[in-house]
């Protein structure tokens, strides 16, 4: 399967607690993006990459938010000190932004963060 | 600041008749815009798009419709099947930009 992956798919945290997402995307994909998504709403756009460059953070992503794409391959999405408000399933999407090419995200299965 | 709205939560349909979801964004910037599918527990599947130079799409039941000077656009399904049951996305970018996401509308084929 050459799609986006994203690990894990569920995680349960206690509030306070540290949490690392990882997002692996389409091998020729030069362009990662995280969204948050809850319940009865569409995706909010948190950050982005060009390859391992981070070119736009929502206000959304809090100062306990950090994504890295060290080798603009795959990324990671850490959050600190989590809150309850944190639950939500993060998405990661990747797509191939070049002259020419479509615009087209293509989404992995996301990860489902319970803060309890 | 909700700058791309679907309006209507929900919608139900018979199997085999046309379904029709609409949707309104409010920037002008807005060049390219994209219909997701997404089923629970899986992340949204892209399912057709069109840039702002055209006003139809097409790709085998799925149609896209623009109206840029109504800021509305519209995707329709024929015939509709029980598989498409799902929630649909709009979605919009300005230029080579994150996408901006509509709330969603639950669509269910009933047989």
């Known amino acids: 399967d050459t799609g986006v992956s994203q690990d894990p798919r569920h995680k349960i945290t206690k509030r306070g607690q540290n949490v690392t997402f990882r997002c692996d995307p389409i091998s020729e994909h030069n362009r990662l993006y995280w969204y948050r998504q809850t319940l009865g709403q569409g995706p909010e756009f948190l950050t982005y990459?060009?390859?391992?460059?981070?070119?736009?953070k929502s206000r959304l992503l809090s100062d306990r938010f950090s994504a890295e794409r060290p080798k603009g391959s795959f990324s990671t999405l850490e959050i600190q000190r989590t809150e309850q408000g944190d639950s939500a399933m993060y998405l990661c999407?990747?797509?191939?932004?070049?002259?020419?090419?479509?615009?087209?995200?293509?989404f992995g299965p996301g990860t489902r963060l319970t803060v309890t | 600041d909700q700058q791309v709205k679907q309006n209507s939560p929900s919608l139900s349909v018979q199997e085999g008749r046309i379904s029709i979801l609409n949707c309104d964004y409010t920037n002008s910037m807005f060049d390219y815009f994209l219909w997701y599918k997404k089923y629970p527990a899986e992340g949204p599947t892209f399912l057709i798009s069109i840039s702002s130079i055209k006003d139809k799409n097409e790709d085998g039941r799925f149609t896209v419709f623009l109206n840029k000077s109504a800021k509305h656009l519209s995707l329709h399904i024929v015939p509709s099947q029980p598989g498409d049951s799902a929630v649909y996305f709009c979605?919009?970018?300005?230029?080579?930009?994150?996408?901006?996401f509509g709330q969603g509308t639950r669509l269910t084929i009933n047989p």
């Open positions: 999407a990747s797509s191939l932004e070049a002259s020419g090419s479509p615009y087209e995200q293509y």
């Open positions: 979605a919009a970018r300005p230029g080579a930009q994150k996408l901006v």
């Open positions: 990459f060009q390859n391992e460059a981070q070119l736009e």
